[in-house]
């Protein structure tokens, strides 16, 4: 997995699998970098968010940057205003975790001015098996609200087609189609596809032909 | 069609489009905000009217009015919402108007928080609003389970003229789920003829209401109620039992509490304890065919809800008194664990299980 750059952020149609992704880069990153930030930014999620995994940050040294404790559970759509301590701070990979859609997408831009000179690298997770984007129109068309309401212009495309448990290798093959249809017609890389970890023997081959990087799943119910 | 992946307030409401509701009246509140999202983008697509009023009161008459026309229609809320919509409801059922109702339940009294709760048992099985009467209630599981009962839903309102509740908490809203929608046969349902859609000489004007000013009048329309929801008390309950042909214990829980729920019982088998399951899918009427299979065997029953116990009571007229009922629960937005509710069923077992 090549991320570019010292910001990446996710973005995404609602419930692309965005947080999970956040979740994962970040751990990645720390393998190789002293100082890792996530900044939770979904203003739309009022549960499974990044926020709700502090534990598993603070264990691995990566810094969570959200609202703090006490209005996790305010139902409001706040933000910190800590990203700026890291923003500027060349040491600092930074991981932003954004809202789905364009909703989501908005708490994107008023970082406007800060984003023109740092160059983020704005990443469109798509899960061809949700509702409205299953189509290239329907992603297309995501993606234009995305960029309309955070004020900047997606860089690169990862496909993370699942259907939960029930994931098959067509569903990701389906996904990776649609994932480079995309990538062909707004002349964006597709960068990589995620992968369940579980599903690491059905995917070998995949995974050889393809950029593949393999997720953990951090937001589970009681019952799983 | 394929799977595809969707979080639970989004099945409700394409359930309820693939059931035929072409207009929802609303207002967003979390955990169930999604929905509303959601058919404000849908019902246009497939020609219907989604309209977010000014107020959950506003909500609820506009699908009184609506439902006035014979037209399938929703609207959905959460418990502090739901509360507000608790006249309409009584209006509907006293007009005997088909209407789809969702309660995405989340921690209460008063605003309380945003987190899951099914401590609106009471509310939705009881009544709730003014007046004689209980509107069938179904309290799905999974996401798959959604589908097959809003169409059910659908149907029952029709059959019945009478609103009908989903009952599901914030996590069921919340929560992504494979999910396949099936082409279903529509049933035999009887004809609307009491719709009020404009006269066409046609044998004068409809009139929905709910007013009865002669006693002996409202007797008469209550008693007719009050034998329409005998037959649906008969007819309507369904549940799901796992594990109770040889159980000396039953664990009785609903929703996503049962998921939970039936990881514990798991264990507590695997630790040669003779537990079964009773899930309530209909919360009114209330199952009462698995606690009378059970309940001369039966040591003991576990209610297991997300409030300070409710359900429970239902649970305690279906026994009847042949066994104990036993109560773990947790309110206020926190979900019981599998590792609480094993460690109950252990405790009410009794004797030395590692």
Not at chain 1, 177 to 203: A, N, Q
Not at chain 2, 52 to 66: K, W
């Amino acid at each position: 997995m090549n991320l570019k750059g010292r910001i990446h952020i996710f973005t995404g149609h609602f419930g692309s699998g965005k947080t999970e992704l956040s979740i994962n880069f970040a751990k990645y990153l720390r393998q190789t970098h002293e100082h890792v930030a996530v900044d939770d930014l979904d203003v739309i999620n009022p549960y499974f968010r990044t926020r709700d995994v502090d534990d598993f940050f603070r264990e691995n040294k990566i810094e969570l940057i959200a609202p703090p404790k006490r209005l996790t559970m305010a139902d409001l759509p706040v933000v910190s205003p800590e990203i700026y301590r890291v923003l500027q701070d060349e040491k600092y990979q930074v991981i932003v975790d954004a809202g789905g859609d364009k909703d989501g997408a908005k708490a994107l831009g008023q970082y406007y001015h800060d984003w023109k000179d740092l160059h983020p690298e704005v990443l469109f997770v798509l899960n061809a098996n949700r509702p409205y984007v299953s189509t290239l129109e329907g992603a297309l068309f995501t993606i234009s609200e995305i960029e309309d309401s955070a004020r900047m212009k997606v860089t690169g495309i990862i496909n993370n087609s699942n259907v939960g448990k029930l994931t098959t290798l067509d569903d990701i093959k389906k996904g990776h189609e649609l994932s480079l249809k995309v990538s062909d017609k707004l002349g964006i890389p597709l960068l990589c596809t995620t992968i369940s970890e579980s599903l690491k023997e059905e995917t070998k081959q995949f995974a050889k032909d393809h950029n593949v990087f393999y997720i953990k799943r951090f937001m589970k119910l009681e019952w799983e | 069609m394929s799977k595809i992946l969707m979080k639970g307030n989004e099945v409700i409401a394409e359930a309820a489009v693939k059931a035929g509701c072409k207009y929802f009246f609303g207002y967003p509140i979390t955990p169930q905000s999604e929905l509303v999202a959601y058919m404000a983008r849908r019902l246009p697509e497939v020609g219907g009217l989604f309209l977010q009023a000014e107020s959950e009161v506003a909500a609820v008459n506009m699908v009184y009015g609506a439902a006035a026309t014979g037209k399938r229609v929703m609207t959905s809320s959460s418990s502090p919402g739901f509360s507000l919509k608790q006249e309409g409801i009584s209006f509907l059922v006293g007009s005997e108007l088909p209407a789809f109702l969702v309660n995405v339940m989340r921690g209460g009294p008063g605003l309380g928080n945003i987190m899951p709760a099914q401590s609106d048992y009471f509310q939705i099985t009881k009544g709730g609003g003014h007046g004689d009467y209980f509107c069938p209630v179904y309290a799905p599981a999974s996401l798959q389970e959604i589908v097959d009962l809003t169409q059910v839903a659908f149907d029952t309102a029709d059959k019945y003229r009478t609103p009908v509740i989903m009952a599901a908490d914030g996590m069921l809203g919340q929560m992504m789920e494979p999910v396949e929608f099936f082409e279903t046969e529509a049933p035999e349902l009887p004809e609307k003829t009491w719709a009020a859609t404009g006269e066409r000489g046609d044998g004068g004007p409809k009139v929905v209401n709910s007013l009865h000013l002669d006693a002996g009048s409202l007797y008469q329309h209550n008693k007719h109620l009050n034998e329409k929801m005998e037959t649906m008390r008969e007819n309507e309950q369904r549940f799901e039992s796992q594990f109770t042909e040889d159980a000396d214990f039953v664990v009785v829980a609903y929703g996503t509490v049962s998921r939970i729920a039936m990881s514990a019982v798991k264990e507590a088998r695997a630790k040669g304890v003779k537990v079964g399951m009773i899930r309530p899918i209909t919360l009114w009427p209330f199952p009462q065919k698995p606690f009378e299979e059970t309940r001369e065997r039966a040591k003991a029953y576990i209610a297991v809800e997300m409030s300070a116990g409710q359900m429970i009571e239902d649970v305690r007229l279906a026994v009847n008194g042949h066994a104990p009922v036993e109560f773990y629960g947790k309110n206020g937005g926190i979900v019981p664990t599998s590792d609480e509710i094993l460690e109950k069923i252990l405790a009410v077992a009794g004797g030395d299980h590692k």
